[in-house]
């Protein structure tokens, strides 16, 4: 009896030393702490592949690529990529290093325990790719007018980049304000181009990866001239200074002159042609005469040329006399008998398609530049004072004072009308008729 029960107490106490022993054994096992993850790096950067593990105990840890290369074992880096460098900041860390990352450098890396079976941990590396644009890309491009031309803006970078176009106009342009142009997309075509599309063309490509970069392509397209007068007549007085003004527009700019009645000028002591560079393709042709005769009173032309064509605009330079003032007396009684003819009257009512700013005389401005509204024409300023002649009689009778209160509104409405019209008649039968 007694011999029983220590056999079964001696059982027991082997049953508990086993499992204790077995315990042990399994708190010996090594295992991963950290879960699995995917690390994401920018090309350049440092990547720091996680491996941490419990009861390593005599066990070796390896490090192997996804072409299942053997990188490291225990603490020793086996591939002679020197970027590659174990890490272990506490006791249990088996981290990989890898610096400089290059996009080649992504895949699967494994973190293994030599156990039975083997251990492994596996991360995947991420790289992105900052944009980049290549030297396939499109250069600075000179066109003629009505080419159809392509801008190409080939990029790399992982994720795939997006590429935007912008332009704006040249440095030598008043205005650099940058448009959003075309579409998405690393072309750009223009069809049918013209010398308004000529420019700064700017290509951006971004991923979200930074920095976002951009390549500039000068767009410059050739087209015939443009020649544009400031003023189309001009009157001068003898013995004064004047200067006549011409924009030509060309690209390339090639010959532009001035000319009197057909024939070329050139500088001398009569005439002194100064070129101005304005803004993008357009100058100002200048054409000074210091000492105006009657001699240079005449059809003056601007002609401008290159290889793609010629313009040509003329004006006239006439002497002008300063317009002589007429004071009639207006009366009721002194009423001609004189009829206007019909073309007479034609030409009186020609006032209203002129500008009144052509009657300012020509005034020399301190640089000596036509401002260019110096112009003038026979006929014009007597045209416009007739119509102003009957504004300035009719105009007293509006808020005029001293009425006798007590005549009827009707008696004075009927005098106004009986005096206005004869007022007109009066003056245009006097004024205009010794004006024409």
Not at 212 to 240: D, H, T
Not at 246 to 274: E, G, M, Y
Not at 362 to 370: A, Q, S, W
């Amino acid at each position: 009896m007694e011999f029983s029960i220590i056999l079964r107490l001696t059982a027991l106490n082997a049953l508990c030393f086993l499992g204790i022993l077995s315990k042990d054994i399994m708190a010996l096992e090594p295992s991963f702490d950290v879960p699995i993850v995917n690390i994401t790096v920018v090309a350049g950067k440092t990547a720091v592949l996680p491996c941490s593990i419990d009861s390593l105990g005599d066990f070796k840890v390896v490090w192997t690529d996804q072409f299942s290369t053997l990188l490291t074992l225990g603490e020793k880096r086996i591939i002679d990529d020197e970027r590659m460098v174990l890490d272990r900041p506490h006791t249990k860390d088996w981290n990989l290093l890898l610096h400089d990352v290059k996009y080649d450098d992504r895949g699967r890396y494994t973190c293994q325990i030599n156990t039975m079976p083997i251990k492994t941990k596996t991360i995947e590396l991420i790289v992105l790719v900052p944009p980049t644009i290549l030297d396939t890309s499109s250069n600075d491009l000179t066109a003629k007018e009505g080419d159809t031309v392509t801008l190409t803006c080939n990029v790399s970078g992982v994720p795939k980049p997006t590429v935007q176009w912008f332009r704006k106009p040249h440095a030598d342009s008043r205005d650099q304000h940058k448009e959003r142009v075309g579409i998405n997309g690393e072309t750009l075509i223009i069809h049918n181009i013209t010398r308004y599309c000529d420019g700064i063309y700017e290509c951006v490509a971004f991923n979200d990866v930074p920095p976002a970069v951009n390549r500039v392509i000068s767009v410059m397209v050739e087209f015939p001239p443009e020649v544009w007068l400031v003023n189309q007549k001009l009157g001068q007085y003898v013995g004064k200074e004047t200067i006549l003004e011409c924009k030509v527009t060309a690209f390339p700019q090639a010959v532009s002159i001035w000319k009197f009645q057909n024939q070329d000028l050139f500088n001398s002591f009569k005439h002194r042609i100064d070129v101005y560079q304005d803004r993008g393709h357009m100058l100002t042709l200048s054409l000074r005469l210091p000492n105006v005769t009657r001699e240079d009173f005449g059809q003056y032309s601007c002609y401008a040329s290159n290889s793609f064509g010629m313009d040509e605009e003329t004006m006239i330079l006439y002497e002008y006399f300063p317009p002589t003032t007429l004071t009639p007396a207006v009366t009721a009684t002194a009423i001609p008998r004189h009829t206007t003819t019909i073309n007479k009257r034609n030409r009186l009512f020609k006032s209203t398609i002129y500008n009144e700013n052509e009657l300012i005389p020509y005034n020399r401005t301190l640089n000596g530049h036509n401002p260019g509204n110096d112009s003038y024409s026979d006929g014009q300023q007597l045209e416009i004072r007739c119509s102003g002649a009957i504004v300035r009689i009719c105009a007293p009778y509006s808020g005029r004072q001293g009425y006798n209160t007590g005549q009827t509104k009707s008696y004075h409405v009927g005098l106004l009308i009986f005096s206005s019209i004869l007022s007109s008649i009066y003056l245009f039968d006097i004024s205009c008729f010794m004006m024409l």
